[in-house]
């Protein structure tokens, strides 16, 4: 194999290179990892408001519970002053006005603590949904994460073998052949070499001259097709 064989083989290899890492850089899973990743954010979010909302409902359905106790012990108290027997009959009625509110407070507060005991348990139910889900969807991620690393793992494997290949094959062609290649190949969008087949160049299908293609079979000798300015093979 002559140096511009070990340069187009160069090339090949470039070109395969290039596909990896743009593949790499386009796996499905980054974006499904991405959106993942939001998923789970949310509803850890929700289920940190679920925890606080909870935590402040149970205050409030604690300090409720003592206000609710403490007005049946004042209409117990009041129940037990007006039945002691030694008020006025003024005295009496002011005692059931007051046991008659007393009453009322104490009724509104047991409705309002059955309401918040009730809001308590659909809090709980929320917390644990959120709990279940956020769960669900960590072990999704991990899932997702274990078997992309795995994809990602292959792909930088074959590509670092190619590297390898690559630097193998530059290292045994002379470095003026080399720069030429390196800056004729973003001009061609990556294949500055075209080889001869059936007498066309094939890089931009134009039939290349008998004088060519006779100089094609001198060894080391270095011609461009004259239509497109690609560096010739014959392979």
């Known amino acids: 194999m002559n140096e511009l064989q070990s340069l187009f083989e160069l090339q090949q290899i470039e070109e395969k290179l290039d596909q990896l890492e743009k593949q790499l850089k386009k796996l499905p899973v980054f974006a499904e990892f991405k959106a993942l990743q939001v998923k789970a954010a949310d509803a850890k979010e929700a289920h940190g408001w679920a925890d606080t909302k909870l935590a402040e409902h149970r205050k409030r359905v ?6 609710l106790q403490k007005a049946e012990q004042k209409h ?4 037990s002053n007006l039945y002691a027997g030694d008020q006025s ?3 009496l009625e002011q005692l059931e006005r007051k046991a008659a509110t007393l ?5 509104e507060h047991e409705e ?4 918040a005991m009730e809001g308590t348990e659909e809090l709980e139910k929320a917390l644990e949904k959120s709990k279940v889900e956020y769960t669900d969807i960590s072990k999704e991620l991990r899932v997702l994460q ?6 990602i793992n292959e792909l930088k494997k074959e590509i670092l073998t190619n590297r390898e290949k690559r ?9 003026p052949l080399l720069n030429e290649y390196r800056a004729k190949r973003k001009e061609f969008n990556g294949r500055p070499l075209a080889r001869v087949e059936r007498e066309l160049c094939g890089g931009c299908r134009v039939s290349v001259s008998s004088t060519v293609q006779s100089s094609l079979h ?9 239509n497109c300015g690609r560096i010739l093979v014959k392979l």
């Open 62 to 67: 604690k300090r409720l519970d003592e206000e």
């Open 76 to 79: 117990k108290e009041l129940q």
């Open 89 to 91: 009959a003024k005295e």
């Open 103 to 107: 009453q009322q407070e104490k009724e």
């Open 112 to 115: 309002t603590v059955i309401a």
């Open 146 to 151: 274990k078997s992309g690393n795995q994809k």
């Open 167 to 175: 630097d193998q094959l530059a290292s045994q062609i002379s470095e």
């Open 218 to 226: 001198i060894p080391d000798c270095k011609v461009s097709c004259e």
